[in-house]
């Protein structure tokens, strides 16, 4: 789906609402008031049945905006209250999601469905198609059994009128480890124990009700207290803003950060270490590697893919090696990852030297609410410059790239990238697990995002003209190795 | 016989209120009407900075008409409009 579409408006322009209420002298009170000011008495009703639906599902996603969860909201309790709870708790919350009730609009169940068009032909090739006798003629019609259908969709390919059709849910649809299922009324409910938090959900509703809880409040909260938080940016966010990513390190710091830290620079130890694992590897027979950064795809390895890992890299994320940097130069510091996607939320959870996540998507949020033009602004130098490989990480095939970078030639690379975790792209790589070895290549790239890390779920530029910003802005970077001399 | 010009705003707000999107008009445009349109990235217009006013962006300038809440589709539907009402 266009991710640029109305639900993802609203969202940022209530997250840019909230921030604003957090800076101002009142922040329960204004944040309380937000869904009144963007829906005042008597204005059009844009999306939903009447104007206290519309307030409701605005306080709802302020609610999620504050890092708590819908699931333990009691509605008595005013959002001012929600408000001053946030500030309370001293850790983000666990469980990376929420899905927003009132939002949700408990789509029909995912099922075959026979429209208007069904001419009940002669041939009936879909009576026929139907391996599971689901499919009969009643009163000249086709009529599909919802309790023997398995929606093989197979009568829908058949029907030359094209009269089947798939109605899919579109939350569910786009999850590949089926971590979504619907409760007695219909809603969507994530079970944690198999979602790999990819986001793709967050992504693909056209309500916009599942959302991240995020750590925005938290992280304002540090530093209005005068606290030294770091910021250790991704390499895809150079492609994001309409600036450098010089001026966005000024931005930045005019945004309440005290130092900004390029998580390029470890990117160039992944990239150096994974290249001597893989000629290790590839020395001792292994057939194949794959990488080891992307958070969606360790997730998935540990809840769903256990068999692959003998042939997972040992390697760490770039976000690892970067954050051990920063906290052991700075262990009084606050630090925040800043991400271009819902997965990392997670690493960061689970990693003591990273204490929070702020979303590209959160970021421009906070541009906004702080008026901070990127483009005007002076450029800042980064005490340390990261090398051209390490700055191309969030491009597709560039953790491959520069792992062959690294390598220098010694050993034979054929890289094979799987572009997004899908029900598919999971299959194929459970089959190379199984068989031991991987026809397409020898080190397997694995992006849990469709296009690479710029292809996150909370970016904000599309990928074309993210990845052309990027890698006009590294050609002339250093590179992370000089190549060989033959 | 004057172009109709076509300003999108690349301005921090309208960037990440939509307009990062209406970046494919720089290249659907000249396409479309080699001779008619002009089209560009601008700076911040300075329609955001007033109270809330980024509920409405993006802001997409054509000729001296401002676009709010600008898409791909209303722009180009906008530029129709202006053709055929016979402006070139
Ligand atoms: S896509 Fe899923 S979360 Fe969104 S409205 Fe439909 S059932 Fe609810
Ligand atoms: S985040 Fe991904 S794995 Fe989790 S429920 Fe959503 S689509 Fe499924
Ligand atoms: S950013 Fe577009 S009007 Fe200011």
């Given at each position: 789906m266009d991710k640029n579409n109305q639900a993802q408006h609203l969202k940022r322009e209530i997250l840019v609402r909230t921030i604003e209420a957090f800076l101002s002298d009142n922040y329960p009170e204004n944040t309380r008031l937000i869904a009144y000011d963007m829906r005042p008495q008597g204005c059009e009703v844009p999306y939903r049945?009447?104007?206290?639906?519309?307030?409701?599902?605005?306080?709802?996603?302020?609610?999620?905006?504050?890092g708590l969860s819908m699931e333990e909201i009691d509605e008595r309790k005013l959002l001012s209250d929600y408000a001053k709870k946030a500030l309370e708790r001293t850790e983000p919350e666990k469980d990376v999601l929420t899905v927003l009730e009132t939002a949700c609009q408990a789509c029909v169940p995912s099922r075959m469905f026979v429209t208007d068009l069904c001419q009940g032909c002669v041939a009936r090739p879909c009576v026929e198609s139907c391996k599971f006798g689901a499919i009969s003629i009643q009163n000249g019609r086709s009529v599909i059994d919802g309790s023997k259908c398995k929606n093989c969709t197979k009568c829908m390919q058949v029907c030359p009128y094209h009269a089947i059709v798939k109605i899919v849910v579109p939350c569910e649809d786009a999850c590949p480890v089926g971590a979504i299922t619907k409760d007695e009324g219909g809603h969507a409910t994530i079970d944690f124990d198999k979602c790999i938090t990819c986001g793709k959900c967050v992504a693909a509703c056209p309500f916009g009700a599942i959302h991240e809880k995020s750590q925005i409040i938290d992280i304002l909260k540090k530093m209005q207290e005068g606290k030294k938080v770091i910021a250790m940016i991704a390499p895809s966010i150079?492609?994001?803003?309409?600036?450098?990513?010089?001026?966005?390190?000024?931005?930045?710091?005019?945004?309440?950060?005290?130092?900004?830290?390029?998580?390029?620079?470890?990117?160039?130890?992944?990239?150096?270490?994974?290249?001597?694992?893989?000629?290790?590897?590839?020395?001792?027979?292994?057939?194949?590697?794959?990488?080891?950064?992307?958070?969606?795809?360790?997730?998935?390895?540990?809840?769903?893919l256990p068999e692959i890992k003998p042939f997972v890299s040992s390697t760490k994320t770039p976000l690892y090696y970067t954050a051990e940097l920063v906290k052991k130069d700075n262990p009084e510091a606050i630090t925040v990852f800043l991400s271009p996607c819902v997965a990392?939320?997670?690493?960061?959870?689970?990693?003591?030297?990273?204490?929070?996540?702020?979303?590209?998507?959160?970021?421009?949020?906070?541009?906004?609410?702080?008026?901070?033009?990127?483009?005007?602004?002076?450029p800042t130098p980064f005490k340390v410059e990261a090398s051209r490989e390490g700055r191309n990480f969030g491009l597709l095939g560039g953790v491959a790239k520069?792992?062959?970078?690294?390598?220098?030639?010694?050993?034979?690379?054929?890289?094979?990238?799987?572009?997004?975790?899908?029900?598919?792209?999971?299959?194929?790589?459970?089959?190379?697990?199984?068989?031991?070895?991987?026809?397409?290549?020898?080190?397997?790239?694995?992006?849990?995002?469709?296009g690479g890390c710029i292809g996150g779920n909370c970016c904000v530029n599309s990928v074309k003209t993210a990845s052309k910003a990027i890698t006009e802005f590294t050609k002339d970077c250093k590179p992370l190795k000089e190549p060989p001399t033959k | 016989m004057s172009k109709i010009e076509v300003k999108i705003c690349m301005g921090t707000t309208c960037f990440v209120m939509g307009a990062s999107h209406l970046q494919e008009l720089v290249e659907i445009l000249p396409a479309k009407y080699p001779d008619t349109v002009d089209v560009m990235g601008v700076p911040c217009l300075?329609?955001?900075?007033?109270?809330?006013?980024?509920?409405?962006?993006?802001?997409?300038?054509?000729?001296?008409?401002?676009?709010s809440d600008a898409t791909t589709e209303k722009v180009l539907k906008h530029i129709e409009r202006l053709l055929e009402d016979g402006q070139e």
């Amino acid at each position: 789906m266009d991710k640029n579409n109305q639900a993802q408006h609203l969202k940022r322009e209530i997250l840019v609402r909230t921030i604003e209420a957090f800076l101002s002298d009142n922040y329960p009170e204004n944040t309380r008031l937000i869904a009144y000011d963007m829906r005042p008495q008597g204005c059009e009703v844009p999306y939903r049945c009447c104007i206290h639906k519309e307030r409701d599902v605005i306080q709802h996603r302020i609610i999620a905006n504050l890092g708590l969860s819908m699931e333990e909201i009691d509605e008595r309790k005013l959002l001012s209250d929600y408000a001053k709870k946030a500030l309370e708790r001293t850790e983000p919350e666990k469980d990376v999601l929420t899905v927003l009730e009132t939002a949700c609009q408990a789509c029909v169940p995912s099922r075959m469905f026979v429209t208007d068009l069904c001419q009940g032909c002669v041939a009936r090739p879909c009576v026929e198609s139907c391996k599971f006798g689901a499919i009969s003629i009643q009163n000249g019609r086709s009529v599909i059994d919802g309790s023997k259908c398995k929606n093989c969709t197979k009568c829908m390919q058949v029907c030359p009128y094209h009269a089947i059709v798939k109605i899919v849910v579109p939350c569910e649809d786009a999850c590949p480890v089926g971590a979504i299922t619907k409760d007695e009324g219909g809603h969507a409910t994530i079970d944690f124990d198999k979602c790999i938090t990819c986001g793709k959900c967050v992504a693909a509703c056209p309500f916009g009700a599942i959302h991240e809880k995020s750590q925005i409040i938290d992280i304002l909260k540090k530093m209005q207290e005068g606290k030294k938080v770091i910021a250790m940016i991704a390499p895809s966010i150079a492609g994001q803003l309409p600036c450098s990513i010089y001026q966005l390190h000024t931005a930045l710091l005019k945004s309440g950060f005290s130092e900004v830290v390029e998580v390029a620079q470890g990117a160039d130890i992944t990239a150096t270490n994974e290249a001597k694992e893989f000629k290790e590897r590839m020395e001792k027979g292994d057939k194949f590697m794959t990488t080891s950064c992307c958070a969606g795809y360790n997730n998935l390895i540990e809840q769903h893919l256990p068999e692959i890992k003998p042939f997972v890299s040992s390697t760490k994320t770039p976000l690892y090696y970067t954050a051990e940097l920063v906290k052991k130069d700075n262990p009084e510091a606050i630090t925040v990852f800043l991400s271009p996607c819902v997965a990392k939320r997670r690493e960061c959870l689970d990693n003591p030297n990273i204490d929070y996540l702020l979303s590209y998507e959160e970021m421009g949020a906070l541009f906004i609410a702080k008026k901070i033009e990127v483009s005007t602004l002076d450029p800042t130098p980064f005490k340390v410059e990261a090398s051209r490989e390490g700055r191309n990480f969030g491009l597709l095939g560039g953790v491959a790239k520069s792992v062959e970078v690294a390598d220098a030639g010694q050993t034979e690379i054929k890289p094979h990238i799987i572009n997004g975790l899908n029900k598919q792209s999971i299959r194929e790589l459970r089959g190379y697990a199984k068989k031991g070895e991987c026809e397409m290549g020898n080190l397997v790239e694995v992006m849990c995002c469709e296009g690479g890390c710029i292809g996150g779920n909370c970016c904000v530029n599309s990928v074309k003209t993210a990845s052309k910003a990027i890698t006009e802005f590294t050609k002339d970077c250093k590179p992370l190795k000089e190549p060989p001399t033959k | 016989m004057s172009k109709i010009e076509v300003k999108i705003c690349m301005g921090t707000t309208c960037f990440v209120m939509g307009a990062s999107h209406l970046q494919e008009l720089v290249e659907i445009l000249p396409a479309k009407y080699p001779d008619t349109v002009d089209v560009m990235g601008v700076p911040c217009l300075d329609l955001c900075s007033n109270e809330s006013k980024y509920t409405n962006a993006p802001y997409v300038k054509i000729n001296d008409e401002i676009i709010s809440d600008a898409t791909t589709e209303k722009v180009l539907k906008h530029i129709e409009r202006l053709l055929e009402d016979g402006q070139e």
